[in-house]
């Protein structure tokens, strides 16, 4: 493509990358060329799998397509399927070159509506292979390993997974030829699905993991942002903290919220919600309180001491659990929206939130519960879209660098106050 003008030599740059660029951080606040980027997100696991077959390859680019016209952002997904069916990674740095290229295409569909990935690169549980793969190859391989947990540790082991992120960074996308470490539709890189190291409550094992894997992805690739991927339990460095956790064992999974997030090179904070499966099944108002203290707690905990955003990257509740109701659902997502958004109009370190999980119509075989059909569910369509809007209104202020927008501001307080939620 031509270049259109010219700035100086440098400098030169087209019109479709200028719209297009990587997300970065600046304090506690996402940006795009200076713009905040808050985020209205959602989680599809399963967009590699379903991209390798012919048959069901369109409903990954039906999702997109619906995600943008509810207004969302970014989609969490996994740049990972260690050793099962249609692997991408069929043993240590061997992979199916057809499963590769399903990924190229979700990257490039995503680009193609204006959604932003996060890519995560392993599994802490059983689904698509994950850590206790690592461990099963590793003894094929002669190794003397006792537990999943040696993933963390293990010299090999830890040298299977850098190899691993060392192909997905470099890796160059058969469709548009962008490599995926310079390529701006990924918004971050995830080390870990919800990391735990049960075997050592103290938490250094996973903490030593966490900075040397953090290190090692920002060698490669220092320009996107990097998240661990973890639920946000407090743990044993933060005891005054402990009692916004769930459960008492939550504090003994290895991981530790705000040590983990202060490693060199992670860029942000990861929290997950579960009341459902944390507190109890059944369907109650505690679960709302929960939610609502959980959120705040952690969004306060980023400001004050991690001094970066913090992105809610699962939250959402069971149609299988006793109770439910869609309203209650509507509830809970609105509870998470809500507070996000008193965080967003301080300029806080709330960044944002991704639902889990979203599918098309037609996949109600791979729903755990938590499915969320947009074309089937109106009520919780209007809900999610008006989040879309109010931060897509805080996004579009010129913020600090302009001297106009009465107008914007008008418009900004009036969705801002708006009680629809």
Not at 194 to 220: F, H
Not at 280 to 294: A, E, G, N, P, R
Not at 391 to 407: D, E, Q, T, V
Request: charged share 20%; proline share 4%.
């Amino acid at each position: 493509m031509q270049v259109p003008f010219t700035r100086n030599r440098t400098d030169e740059v087209d019109l479709e990358d200028d719209t297009w660029q990587m997300v970065q951080k600046k304090g506690n606040q996402f940006v795009i060329d200076d713009q905040p980027f808050y985020i209205n997100g959602f989680n599809t696991y399963w967009l590699m799998v379903f991209a390798a077959d012919q048959s069901t390859k369109g409903k990954v680019s039906e999702l997109f397509q619906q995600a943008s016209s509810a207004g969302l952002t970014v989609c969490r997904t996994w740049a990972f399927n260690d050793g099962q069916y249609r692997a991408l990674q069929k043993s240590p740095s061997v992979y199916d070159e057809e499963v590769f290229k399903a990924l190229d295409f979700v990257v490039s569909e995503a680009r193609k509506y204006k959604i932003r990935l996060i890519l995560s690169l392993i599994n802490n549980w059983d689904a698509y292979g994950g850590k206790s793969q690592y461990v099963k190859w590793g003894k094929a391989a002669g190794l003397n390993l006792t537990s999943d947990d040696d993933f963390f540790s293990h010299p090999t082991l830890k040298s299977y997974y850098k190899a691993h992120v060392k192909a997905m960074l470099n890796r160059v996308n058969t469709l548009n030829n962008i490599t995926y470490k310079n390529d701006p539709t990924i918004f971050a890189w995830e080390l870990m699905n919800e990391p735990r190291c049960t075997s050592d409550p103290t938490g250094d094992i996973l903490q030593n993991w966490i900075q040397e894997m953090a290190v090692y992805v920002k060698s490669i690739d220092p320009k996107h942002l990097l998240e661990i991927g973890l639920e946000g339990f407090y743990g044993p460095s933060t005891p005054n903290k402990v009692q916004f956790n769930p459960n008492t064992y939550a504090q003994q999974v290895g991981t530790d919220f705000i040590r983990n997030h202060q490693a060199l090179g992670v860029d942000f904070a990861s929290v997950h919600i579960y009341a459902d499966s944390w507190i109890s099944q059944s369907i109650s108002d505690v679960h709302l309180q929960f939610t609502k203290s959980w959120v705040e707690a952690h969004i306060d905990d980023a400001e004050k001491y991690l001094g970066m955003p913090v992105v809610f990257a699962e939250f959402g509740v069971s149609t299988k659990d006793p109770g439910y109701n869609s309203s209650f659902r509507d509830t809970l997502i609105s509870t998470v929206y809500k507070s996000l958004l008193e965080s967003t109009k301080k300029g806080g370190s709330g960044g944002g939130s991704l639902l889990w999980q979203l599918f098309p119509e037609g996949t109600d075989y791979m729903d755990d519960g938590y499915a969320i059909v947009l074309s089937k569910s109106p009520s919780t369509t209007k809900i999610v879209s008006l989040q879309s809007t109010r931060l897509a209104l805080f996004n579009s202020r010129c913020s600090w660098k302009c001297h106009w927008g009465c107008k914007k501001k008008n418009s900004l307080e009036k969705i801002s106050n708006h009680d629809e939620l």
